[in-house]
C-alpha cells in the first residue's frame, strides 16, 4: 500500500494541566495531532516510531482503530517520551519526565512508501544526518523544527537551545516554526520571506491566537488567521494546522486553502482536552471557509 503520509518521530504521552484541570496520561505529539488530523480528511496514514513497554497495547490498538498503520511501531527497552506541560498566565511549562531511545537508520530503512513524509521530533530523536538522508530519498518532506529546538535541564524542564542545519532546511519541503522558535533560529528580527532563505519551498509560522503566516515561492507570503472559538487546550494544535496542510496541499496546490483547512481542524483540537476531536470534512471546510475570507496577502513578507 502507498500511504498521503508517514509521520515519523516518538509517539509521546503528555500529562496537560490547565484552568487547575489535569488530564492525561494522554496520546500527543506530532504522530498523534498530526496523524489525526490527516485521517480527518480521508487521508492513509502511517507511523514511523519508537514507544517503551510503559506504552501498552491499548494505545496502538486506539491509534489502529483511527485508521492509522502502527506496523512500523518498534518497542524499545526504555520508556516512552513523556511530558507534563503545564498552561500558566505566563506562557507553557514543559518537562520531561521519560525519553524514548533515538530513532535508528535501521528504524527509517523500511519506511513505507508513501506521498509525503513528515520529519515530526520532540526531542531530537531524529539525527539530522538521518533526517537528511530521508529528505533525500522522499520528493515532499517536511520539518517541525521544535524537536531540534528543546534542551532539557537537569531539572527536566524544557527550554529552548540554538540550533539550525543548513544541510537539513535546504532539502526540505516544508518548513514549520513556531515565531519564538524562528527567533532562535535566525539569532535576529526575522520576516518569513527570511526564513523562506534557509531553504524550502514553503514556511508555516505558527502565532498562536493570531494565526499562521504561510509563504511559498510560488504564491508568496500570506496571513491567515486562526478561526475564533474557546479554547481549552492548545497542545497539538501546531501539530494538527501541519497535518491538515500537508494533506491538502499534495491534493489541491493551493496554499491559501490549505492553511485554511489545518487552521480549521485546528480550531476542533483546543476546544477539547487531548486528541478527541478532529472535525467531520464538512465541518472543517465551512470554518476553512470562514478563514479564507479573513486572509490577507503579507506585504513585503
Wanted: net charge positive.
Amino acid at each position: 500500500m502507498r500511504y498521503d503520509l508517514v509521520i515519523v518521530g516518538h509517539i509521546v504521552l503528555d500529562q496537560v494541566v490547565s484552568s487547575g484541570e489535569v488530564r492525561g496520561p494522554m496520546l500527543g505529539g506530532p504522530c498523534t495531532y498530526a496523524g489525526l488530523a490527516a485521517r480527518a480528511l480521508g487521508a492513509r496514514v502511517a507511523l514511523v516510531s519508537k514507544v517503551g513497554r510503559d506504552f501498552g497495547k491499548k494505545h496502538l490498538a486506539w491509534l489502529r482503530a483511527k485508521g492509522i498503520a502502527v506496523d512500523w511501531v518498534r518497542i524499545s527497552i526504555s520508556s516512552t517520551t513523556r511530558f507534563k506541560i503545564e498552561y500558566q498566565d505566563s506562557g507553557r511549562r514543559m518537562e520531561v519526565s521519560s525519553q524514548c531511545d533515538a530513532i535508528a537508520a535501521d528504524d527509517v530503512s523500511v519506511i513505507p512508501s508513501a506521498t509525503a513524509v513528515h520529519l515530526g521530533s520532540v526531542l531530537s530523536e531524529i539525527p539530522s544526518s538521518l533526517a537528511i538522508q530521508i529528505a533525500k530519498r522522499n520528493p515532499v518532506v517536511s520539518l517541525d523544527a521544535q524537536g531540534y529546538l528543546r534542551g532539557i535541564l537537569s531539572t527536566g524542564e524544557v527550554r529552548e537551545k540554538e540550533w539550525r542545519n543548513d544541510r537539513l532546511l535546504r532539502e526540505i519541503t516544508v518548513l514549520k516554526v513556531s515565531e519564538q522558535e524562528a527567533a532562535v533560529m535566525t539569532r535576529a528580527d526575522f520576516t518569513i520571506r527570511q526564513l523562506s532563505k534557509l531553504g524550502p519551498e514553503i514556511v508555516l509560522l505558527t502565532k498562536g491566537r493570531r494565526g499562521t503566516d504561510v509563504w511559498s515561492t510560488e504564491e508568496g507570503a500570506f496571513r491567515v488567521p486562526a478561526y475564533e472559538t474557546s479554547v481549552r487546550d492548545p497542545t497539538g494544535a501546531g501539530d494538527a494546522l501541519v497535518g491538515g496542510f500537508l494533506i491538502t496541499w499534495l491534493r489541491k496546490r493551493d496554499l491559501r486553502w490549505s492553511a485554511a483547512i489545518g487552521s480549521a481542524i485546528a480550531s476542533f483540537v483546543v476546544e477539547r482536552f487531548g486528541p478527541s476531536r478532529f472535525g467531520t470534512r464538512k465541518e472543517i471546510e465551512e470554518r476553512a471557509e470562514t478563514i479564507m475570507a479573513r486572509t490577507v496577502r503579507v506585504k513585503g513578507g
